[in-house]
């Protein structure tokens, strides 16, 4: 806590563990609002140390009760928690429901343990950009480890493994037909494929396919897929799930992985930060701006296609010193 | 087809009605393919004329079947239809399934229907973008009316639901708590409700509620949603329920809304491609230009937080002109 004295009011609060605090700093990212920069900016060099452990995977596979399961482990273990539930189905949505879900089961008075959940109407890269600033301040709060579980909407899992250190697929074994079609990308999906409800019949195969497949492909980076198999109605298999996990954590630390995606990690937030704000810009103009209202105006006469115009502002008004 | 003699070979097979041709077409479009953007600019003065109707809604209300009925009735009416049905669930999918079954019930002759399923694993608004030009590749190949289905992503609803014409959001008789928690964002999302499943009971409640909700709320834009109920089974409110699009879409001419629509619209879709790009090239630059490279590194050192470092390169590298 070297920075600690000249941290603004609201930063040192969420330092110290004020709940209250924290809550507010998370709302503030979620809603955009300005007041959380400072924040963001001062808690920044506190964090990028703890594990961001993604699970994702189809609707159906007991995420929510792995991720209680997951929990209880690492509290018996004496570690802090936090959980973020991103709720991309809003608003059509069972996010929340899986929220209180895992809220009721916790106790009430364990201060170690964080739940939050976050519905989001925006693009699936604005739930990404929102989440991981999120992570920030729960990292900044003093929590070990920070879980991200999504509900189950492809872009925004694609959005969350690429924001997380680990990522976790659960399945169920009756899934075998789409674990056949993920093969081409399955290595490009996971750190840890986790066979859930593996008291199912059909568990052992699946996780036998999946073993397969993952020593047939090469490994990405040096890390080749663990593959588990967990219940959490028995339960069983959930220390070796965890197990897989701090194995991936280890390995990007000693293969140098976790610098070159951390930095990949920043260099797509500086871009998309930037190009969203270009995005902004740009609107504002095409409206207000004489010339590029008129450019817009041949748009809608359909007299010039939109990536025509896209490429002509570029070239002419937004072009890269 | 004034400017028929002008276009390139490709896009006059596709103004001619071939098939190989678009499912060409759609696929460069799908896979980024820079060969698509000939086409879609000698396409473009072609488009924007036929109704693009959106329907989104929770998975499990019946939207595949409803669709094939839509198609049904339409294709009785003499009129050429086109489907896109996005899956955003991708790799967890069951999207490709839904395009089978309505594959299958069509007749293999019948070339005044066309279906695409697009599983994409891009942002939602990359998503929406390609159906957008696939949809105009579909209005240029002369089908009259195009619809896109969602599986039920939030974020890929929202997307589809901007670049629709019409967006009618389906709902069945037991999503009652549902809807109320719609409530405030009701009239956002939807130009037309549909109550499917109406041979369920609860169905008359549900349409009651929703029609108060809509009578209650401002209309926006002076059109008040309209609400229907259908069932599939019976089949029953089919009819009724193309007749509330074409209400809207009626209204979209009579009030200007189509105009004001499809400009906003356009203005997006241009400041979206700029944006895209515009990261492209700063991801780019972060690793090979010095100083950009400099400041990326000191990002990582987390001396400078990532939101300082693009609001540095938006002032210093990005000044619009």
Redesign the interface.
């Known amino acids: 806590m070297s920075g600690a004295p000249r941290l603004p009011p609201a930063a040192r609060a969420i330092r110290q563990g004020d709940r209250r605090a924290l809550a507010r700093a998370i709302t503030a990212v979620e809603n955009d609002d300005p007041a959380a920069?400072p924040v963001?900016?001062a808690l920044?060099?506190l964090?990028?140390r703890v594990p961001l452990v993604g699970l994702t995977?189809?609707?159906g596979v007991g995420k929510s009760s792995l991720l209680s399961a997951l929990i209880g482990l690492l509290r018996e273990r004496g570690q802090r928690v936090a959980a973020i539930a991103v709720?991309?189905?809003?608003?059509?949505?069972g996010g929340s429901v899986l929220g209180d879900r895992i809220r009721l089961e916790r106790r009430p008075d364990d201060d170690g343990v964080f739940f939050r959940s976050m519905a989001?109407?925006?693009?699936?890269?604005g739930?990404a950009a929102s989440t991981r600033e999120v992570a920030r301040l729960l990292e900044a709060a003093g929590f070990d480890i920070i879980f991200v579980e999504t509900v189950?909407?492809?872009?925004?899992?694609?959005?969350i493994r690429e924001i997380a250190t680990t990522s976790v697929v659960v399945l169920v074994p009756h899934l075998g037909d789409?674990v056949q079609?993920?093969k081409a990308?399955l290595f490009e999906?996971a750190d840890v494929f986790d066979v859930n409800k593996s008291d199912l019949p059909g568990a052992e195969l699946a996780a036998r396919d999946l073993t397969e497949l993952a020593t047939l492909g090469t490994p990405r980076g040096g890390w080749r897929p663990r593959i588990v198999r967990t219940s959490t109605t028995t339960p069983s298999g959930i220390p070796e799930l965890w197990e897989a996990v701090l194995a991936h954590e280890q390995f990007l630390d000693s293969s140098g992985a976790r610098?070159r995606g951390?930095?990949a990690r920043?260099?797509?937030?500086?871009?998309?930060?930037?190009?969203?704000?270009?995005?902004?810009?740009?609107?504002r103009?095409?409206?207000l701006d004489a010339e590029l209202r008129e450019?817009?105006d041949r748009?809608?006469a359909?007299?010039v296609?939109?990536?025509?115009?896209?490429d002509r502002?570029?070239r002419?008004?937004?072009r890269?010193?």
């Open positions: 920069a963001m900016r920044f060099p964090t990028g995977g189809p609707l709720d991309p189905s809003s608003p059509f949505s989001s109407r925006g693009e699936s890269g739930v189950g909407s492809g872009q925004v899992d694609v959005a789409e079609t993920l990308g999906i610098q951390e930095r920043l260099a797509a937030e500086i871009s998309g930060r930037l190009s969203s704000r270009v995005g902004r810009e740009v609107r103009r095409l409206e450019l817009l748009v809608v359909r007299e296609d939109p990536a025509s115009a896209a502002l570029y002419d008004r937004f890269v010193k």
